[in-house]
């Protein structure tokens, strides 16, 4: 390979370079140091600090400035406190060692050079220490202020002069700040004692709260003008915390006068005062970006609501004055078609809809009474219609009422209100025009409120006019179908938001319904076989719908069968029958089921229904548990049941070791509750045959499992057989029972049969324990008390350390037993 040029001729290029580099390097470092010199020489410092040339992190050039700006601005600002502090001294200690020359003489001195020292610094560039000294001048007026109070006119009233004062100063800080507009400091601080002289000659003038609201609407109308034509940013800035602090103020005292008003005449006049503010901020609101104006619209409109609704409000009875809130909010809305501008337009549609959020707030105190009281009836179970209609059915016959009768009425305005505005959601978009942009979602949102307002408005109805248990009963039933309807109907119509929110209130009326039946027995029947039928009517309507969620139809079918259980209960107190009897009728849930899982295979609601009836037999037995026969009954019946269930093939294993597991401890009971002592001559003529079938049935199918085949009949008489061992003072049954018992365990580990092995072993360990239980007590009486937590000590040691081992061991009988039959 050649070389283009040679490596000898570029060598040479190379070098010529790298000296003209160098000569032209030493030509500008020269010149660099020249016009040091001369700066240094004939005029200020140059603005900058100026930067050493050399070597850095990326070759030659100029190094990184340190920050020397941020050192000075620390050290500026201490200088500042330091003085500040000095003149704070002087003023309130030392002042009063002069005559009335000297202090004339320093005040003057000091503060003129204060704030003429700024204008010079400002012309040698000096930006940083003119602003420190201008703040020093700012607290140096503060204290000829405080001066000329103390000396001059120490009699003058303390909040008129201190007005005056502030309005001086904020004049003077103003002009000092335009005269010298480079710096920042004057203006900004200006608009902090602008804040105070009206409010302050309020004050001196005793002015009442009305006043008090002016003066701030007021001042927060000047930092309002002051933050829309201002040009600095920070002076915009201490402008608007001006406009929010002492506008809010006022407004806030105005409403507070607003509704504490003895009468219409005498909310007008804060109504005015609120309404002069919602003027002020929408005239504030057209010059401002989009983010305030919205917030002015919104300020506005709140402000509006309250001056109008107050007036009449003042005249309303006791809980009614937020209807004529509510409905200046509706009346509101029409403000979106005003020449407003889109932002505060829309700002004005928010304070409506805040309104509104907040009656309906208010609202639900009464709701959740309401939904809540009917719980109350578990604890007066058919005690009869309860007194004080359907106050009293809710147990809130003592809450006041009279200021609670609106709450319905707020509701259902509310609910009507958003229910046109989800029926005719596109005219209503199209009429508000560029105000109203919201998402898809946002109708889906008001059909639910709709929704859920529009029942809870219906449901504390009745016990807001008190009317009649009997009606409280009915409206809720009524409410209950409506919205299941409304519920299928929205789920037809694509309405899933709506549809959802239906089947909830459904839900949540259909328990109050029941829970109020309780009061009553022929409520009881009536309410929950209606909602039997409606709860199997909401399930049918729901299968056939296409779309519907997988999980609303077996939910469905299953609150059908739980309203079932509940009539059947009661069934047995209509008879007059003892608790455990009357678990007999109750297990006519779990018998209808199963014939419905027949009827109903492969479809998705059969199993959740069977399985709810199959709760219902458990409760059945829980009932039984207080007498021994009706509890072999229930047993032996659910075992049929089981039985008839494991005809089907589909249900065939499960339901076949049901079977089993419930005639087996049937006949326990019942042995049990005869008084039998020798429960073997009654279980060993079934567990012979039993065996025998077994051994047939392994000769027929060796893969037949050996619980299928001698697990029942091994049960039939070693567990009983235990029973009695364990109450049994003798020493003849119990050894008995283990030789049984071992001989079984031998048999089962000799053919590797695992029902034998586990129940021998089981029952023979048991057993034994027994027996030995009385000589451990003795034992261990016998010993030190601190032998036994020794001995566990020393147990969990060994455990510990041979922890990995008695794994592995512990497996291998886990897998020793899983290849046994």
Known sequence: MEHVPPPAEELALLDRELARLDARRAQLLTRRAWLLRALEATGPAPRGPVAPWGPGPGGFGPARPAPERSVQNVLLVLGGLLLAVAALAFTLVSWGDLGIGGRSAVLTAVTAGALAAPASLLRRGLGATAEALAAVAAVLMVLDAYAVYAVAVPDADGAAYTATAAAVLALLWAVYGLLLGKLRLPLPLAVVPAQLPLVLWVWAADGGALWFSGALLATAALDGAVALTAGRTSVRVVAGAGLSATGGAGLLVALVESLTAAGPAGAVAPGALLLAGAAAALAGAHRAPAPFATGGG????????????????????????????????????????????????????????????????????????????????????????????????????????????????????????????????????????????????????AGSAAVALGWAGLMVLPAALDLSYAAAQAGQLVLAVAAFGLAVAGGRAGARGVAVTAGAVGVAGAVGAGLLSLAAEEATYTAFGLLVVVFVALAVALDRQAGASPVVVPAAACAAVACAVVPMAALGASLGLAVYEAAVPMLAVPAVTALLGARLKGHPVAVPVEVTGAAAGVVAVAMAVGDAQFLALVLALCGVLAAGTALRPERRPFAGYLATALFVPAAWVRLAASGVSAPEAYTLPVTVPALVVGVLRRRRDPSASSWAAYGAGLAVTLVPSLGAAWTDPDWVRPLLLGVAALGVTLVGARLRLQALLVLGGAVLALDALHELAPYVVQVAGALPRWVAPALAGVLLLVVGATYEKRLRDARRLREALGRMR
């Open 298 to 445: 919104l300020l506005a409109g709140l402000a509006a609501v309250a001056a109008v609704g107050g007036v009449p409000g003042a005249a309303a009875p006791e809980g009614w004055r937020v209807l004529g809130y509510l409905l200046c909010a509706g009346a509101l809305v029409i403000a979106v078609r005003a020449p407003l501008g889109v932002a505060p337009a829309r700002g004005v549609a928010w304070a409506s809809a805040f309104v509104a959020a907040g009656a309906v707030l208010v609202s639900l105190a009464p709701v959740t009474v309401v939904a809540v009281g009917p719980v109350t009836r578990l604890g007066a179970v058919w005690s009869g219609a309860p007194r004080g209609g359907a106050r009293g059915a809710v147990g809130a016959t003592d809450l006041p009422w009279g200021g609670m009768a609106a709450a319905p009425v707020v509701l259902l305005l509310v609910a009507v209100a958003l229910g046109v505005a989800y029926r005719w959601w596109d005219g209503l978009l199209r009429w508000a025009g560029p105000v109203l942009v919201p998402g898809s979602a946002w109708r889906g949102a």
